[in-house]
């Protein structure tokens, strides 16, 4: 038997003498702890089957064809301490004599297990329905035993440049949990757009979701569409989007960009900026020099905001950006300059890091942390902030000052996982902000920097992917820059071990079968089809 196209690499496979099959009538057999897994699962084979699948208890765990779900908490033992996964998400799936077990050392265990065998069955078994309904399924024997090397395996998406219904949020869940990636962390406001709805302050999504125009091209052409553009999700779509990605064991991880990028929020309110003059939602991109102001009230605003948005997001991590934080009003501003000395800062600089430590405060009161991007640490991280270096000139130093100065760091650096890069310094790639980030190099990240003490090791928790969706505007536009970048990512975040590309290129060739089987618009590996490079002028 040829070893199976399974991505993320396992720890390990092993062939077994003996296998099972599948079919109409089957059974999931799960524990009471797994059985919401059991649930989905079974719900994934009936569509794309058209069989019946019994949901049944542990007593049914004989039958030949069942597939047995058990907790084994000794899966867990012995692996690393984590942020939000890591051993706990340990498995073991047998595939033997007749039967199928997935073992997991906790429920999200079981799911990552289920992942696998999802993968184990024909591709044209990840359709939404069946042509005709199947036959019995056969399934080689086989043992496959895997845990994640790191906790935090992420996907961040940016819905404030361009806002996309919450059905894409459920469609990028379904395949960041089908790669095994657990963090969806979605960038919900920027200068260009705010796109949660405040019950407290409604003028945030009355005003600041809505923009009169963008720009058409690369935006250094300073050309503009006259078109408006906008959206927002109510409570109501958030809390379905964070209850969809929790059975499917993804942690959405929300982000209100704080004190730049803030210019919608401004807009909407213009006490919270420093000049006092009516601004509007930017239409450029690139950030605006316009950031909040530092007054007390403005910090008591921004707490409120989180407050709702924690009531929304049980997410242990709040990320409040914190990147690109011009402070040229602050330093033209006589007020800002009473402030510093008021609060005995020494200047304008650090007023960002006061500013933080009053949100460090408001989410610590709800026993959430901090997320930062790197640029915090040099205004000034609270304890227990987690930092996410992503800069191309400093990310990796970043990531070892926050490290040994007790941070836990999140790596997201731009020259390997900023997805809204091209694929390929190419006129056939449709128009993206700068080139080129090839497949080949994002599977070669290595998220723990090079040169890192090995007792900080542990302070990388993991690493994500971002898509800044500025020139990105369509669904099947962001699945392009994901997909396949995305299935090496998380490869590079999930398996321990050496990596090579030339054993991971004909798996992920492979793979790619599934991806067609789900309708993804991936960028196939010779590059865009001629309708790929067609759809987003440039
Ligand atoms: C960032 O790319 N400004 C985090």
Redesign the pocket.
């Known amino acids: 038997m040829s070893a199976p196209a399974l991505i993320p690499r396992p720890t390990s496979v092993r062939n077994l003498e003996r296998g099972a099959s599948l079919s109409d009538g089957m059974s999931i057999a799960a524990d009471p702890a797994c059985a919401a897994v059991g649930d989905l699962f079974a719900g994934e084979l009936e569509a794309a089957t058209g069989w019946r699948v019994e949901r049944a208890g542990p007593e049914a765990s004989s039958l030949s064809g069942t597939v047995r779900l058990r907790l084994a908490p000794e899966l867990g033992a012995g692996g690393s301490s984590a942020l939000l996964g890591g051993a706990s998400e340990g498995y073991r799936l047998r595939v033997s004599d007749g039967m199928i077990e997935v073992a997991g050392a906790t429920a999200a265990g079981v799911f990552y297990g289920t992942r696998t065998l999802r993968q184990l069955l024909p591709a044209d078994l990840l359709r939404a329905a069946p042509p005709k309904p199947w036959g019995p399924v056969p399934l080689e024997g086989v043992e496959v035993v895997d845990a994640p090397r790191f906790g935090w395996r992420g996907m961040m998406f940016d819905v404030a440049r361009h806002f996309f219904q919450k059905s894409f949020l459920f469609r990028l869940i379904d395949l960041a949990s089908l790669h095994k990636l657990n963090v969806l962390h979605l960038h919900l406001t920027d200068d260009q757009g705010w796109r949660f709805e405040v019950e407290r302050y409604p003028r945030l999504t009355e005003v600041g979701a809505w923009r009169r125009e963008s720009p058409v091209g690369h935006y250094r052409e300073g050309k503009k569409d006259a078109t408006p553009h906008g959206g927002f999700y109510t409570r109501a779509d958030l809390e379905e989007v964070v209850a969809y990605a929790a059975r499917r064991f993804v942690t959405v991880v929300p982000e209100v960009d704080m004190p730049g990028?803030t210019q919608a929020m401004i807009a909407a309110y213009p006490e919270l900026g420093n000049t006092g003059q009516p601004l509007e939602v930017l239409t450029n991109w690139g950030?605006s020099h316009h950031v909040l102001n530092m007054e007390e009230s403005t910090a008591a605003f921004c707490a409120g905001v989180l407050e709702e948005l924690m009531g929304i997001f049980p997410s242990p991590f709040i990320h409040i950006?914190g990147?690109?934080c011009s402070t040229a009003e602050w330093e033209a501003s006589e007020r800002a300059a009473e402030l510093c000395k008021e609060r005995g800062l020494a200047g304008p600089q650090a007023l960002q890091g006061w500013f933080t430590s009053q949100m460090a405060e408001a989410v610590a009161a709800k026993g959430r942390s901090l997320v930062c991007?790197?640029e915090v640490l040099d205004a000034g991280a609270p304890p227990g902030c987690v930092i996410?270096p992503?800069?191309a000139a400093s990310a990796l130093s970043v990531a070892k000052r926050a490290a040994a100065s007790g941070h836990r760091v999140v790596m997201?650096p731009?020259p390997w996982v900023?997805f809204d890069w091209s694929y390929a310094d190419d006129p056939a790639e449709p128009l993206a902000i700068r080139p080129s980030i090839s497949v080949e190099k994002v599977y070669s990240l290595e998220p723990v920097p090079r040169g890192l003490e090995s007792e900080f090791e542990e302070m990388i928790v993991g690493s994500q992917c971002?898509l800044?969706t500025e020139y990105v505007a369509t669904r099947e536009h962001a699945e392009y820059m994901f997909f396949p970048r995305a299935c090496a990512f998380a490869e590079a975040v999930w398996s321990s071990g050496d990596r090579s590309w030339a054993e991971f290129e004909p798996r992920l060739a492979a793979h790619l079968a599934r991806l067609d089987a789900l309708g993804v618009n991936y960028r196939p590996l010779a590059g865009p089809t001629p309708g790929q490079a067609r759809v987003w002028p440039s």
């Open positions: 990028h950030g950006g990147d690109e991007w790197e996410a992503w800069r997201a731009e900023y971002q800044w």
